[in-house]
C-alpha cells in the first residue's frame, strides 16, 4: 500500500492500478467509449476533461491530483489539511463535498470558476467515469446536495 | 408470494442490472460504502431483496454467470444483494470465487464483507480483505477435501 502523508504526518490509504485492492488495469477502450456516450446522454451540460479511468477517484483528483490514485476517504486530508469556509465566500482552488442521503461525503469536487461569490464552474472525477467540468448542482443524483467548502491551509513557511 | 410473481421480480431486476443507465450509476461511486449507499437505491435491488434468500440467490447466479460477472458494476450489485439477502451456499461459492481471484477494485471489499456476513465472521472494515481471503482459502480447502470423502 503506498503511502501518502498529511501536513501532520498521517498516512492516507489509497492505492494505484494495477495494484490490489485497485483494479487489475485499465478501463478498456470499448468502455472509455461508453462512459463517454452515456454522459453525454445524462449530463449534456457538463465537458469531458479526461476520459474514464480507475487511475483516480474524485478524492484524488480534488486532493492529490498530482500524485493520483484511488482514495476511498478524504478525512485525513479534510481533518488535517483543509478549514470549512463559508459557502458564500468561495474561491477556485477549494473543494466542495457532496452529502448523500446516508449523510456520508459522496464526492468531492474543486472549485473552478467563481463569479459574483458564485462557483459557477467546478471539476472533478466522477469515480471510474470521466473527470468533467460541471456546474454545482448538475452532478449525479447519488452524490447528493454540495454542502461543505474548504479551503487547503495556508502551508507554513519557514521563519 | 406466488412463483410467478417472485420469477417476474427476479427478471426485472436481472433487466434493470443490465440496462447501463443503471450499472454506470455504480461506476460513479469512489469508495465501496458509497457503491453500496448507491447500489441500495437502484430499480430492481429493493425488489430481490425483499424475495430473501430467493432473491439472494438469483443475485449468487450472476455471480457464477460470466456473462454478467465480467461487468465489475452488475457483479457489485449483486454482492450487496446477496448481503442483504443471504441464500444457502453463498459463503461457499463466494470463498470459491475469491480464492479464484475474480473480484477487483471496489469488489474487492464488497466480496469480502458479504463473504464474511455469509460466514458469520466479523472484521474491521479495513482488515476485511486479508481476513476473507484468509477464511475464503480454508473453507474453499473444507469444501474440496469434504467433497473428496464423498467420491
Request: aromatic share 8%; hydrophobic share 35%.
Amino acid at each position: 500500500m503506498p503511502i501518502l502523508r498529511t501536513s501532520q504526518g498521517r498516512s492516507v490509504q489509497h492505492c494505484h492500478v494495477p495494484n490490489s485492492p485497485c483494479q487489475p488495469q485499465e478501463v478498456t477502450a470499448a468502455q472509455i467509449a461508453a462512459a463517454s456516450v452515456w454522459l453525454t446522454k445524462n449530463f449534456p451540460n457538463t465537458k469531458e476533461i479526461s476520459p474514464a479511468s480507475y487511475r483516480i477517484n474524485c478524492h484524488g483528483y480534488a486532493y492529490a491530483e498530482i500524485h493520483g490514485g484511488w482514495f476511498n476517504y478524504a478525512k485525513f486530508f479534510n481533518d488535517d489539511d483543509y478549514s470549512v469556509v463559508p459557502f458564500n465566500s468561495p474561491q477556485p482552488g477549494d473543494i466542495v463535498s457532496y452529502i448523500n442521503h446516508r449523510g456520508r461525503i459522496a464526492h468531492s469536487a474543486v472549485v473552478d470558476r467563481v463569479s459574483n461569490g458564485q462557483i459557477t464552474r467546478l471539476r472533478s472525477k466522477w469515480g471510474g467515469m470521466p473527470a468533467v467540468f460541471h456546474e454545482l448542482t448538475d452532478v449525479p443524483a447519488s452524490y447528493g446536495n454540495p454542502e461543505i467548502l474548504r479551503r487547503q491551509n495556508p502551508v507554513n513557511q519557514p521563519a | 408470494m406466488e412463483e410467478n410473481e417472485a420469477t417476474e421480480r427476479i427478471r426485472y431486476a436481472v433487466e434493470k442490472f443490465s440496462d447501463p443507465d443503471v450499472y454506470y450509476q455504480v461506476m460513479l461511486a469512489s469508495s465501496p460504502e458509497i457503491a453500496k449507499d448507491t447500489i441500495e437505491t437502484l430499480p430492481g435491488v429493493k425488489e430481490l431483496i425483499e424475495l430473501g434468500p430467493e432473491g439472494g440467490k438469483a443475485a449468487l447466479n450472476l455471480l457464477e454467470d460470466e456473462t454478467y460477472a465480467a461487468n465489475d458494476n452488475i457483479a457489485s450489485i449483486a454482492l450487496y444483494v446477496v448481503e442483504q439477502a443471504p441464500p444457502p451456499g453463498a459463503k461457499e461459492t463466494l470463498a470459491r470465487l475469491i480464492t479464484s481471484n475474480k473480484f477487483h477494485g471496489i469488489n474487492s471489499q464488497l466480496a469480502a464483507e458479504t463473504f464474511l456476513h455469509s460466514a458469520g465472521i466479523e472484521s474491521l472494515e479495513e482488515k476485511a480483505i486479508d481476513t476473507a481471503a484468509r477464511e475464503a482459502d480454508r473453507i474453499q480447502a473444507e469444501t474440496m477435501n469434504s467433497e473428496n470423502k464423498q467420491a
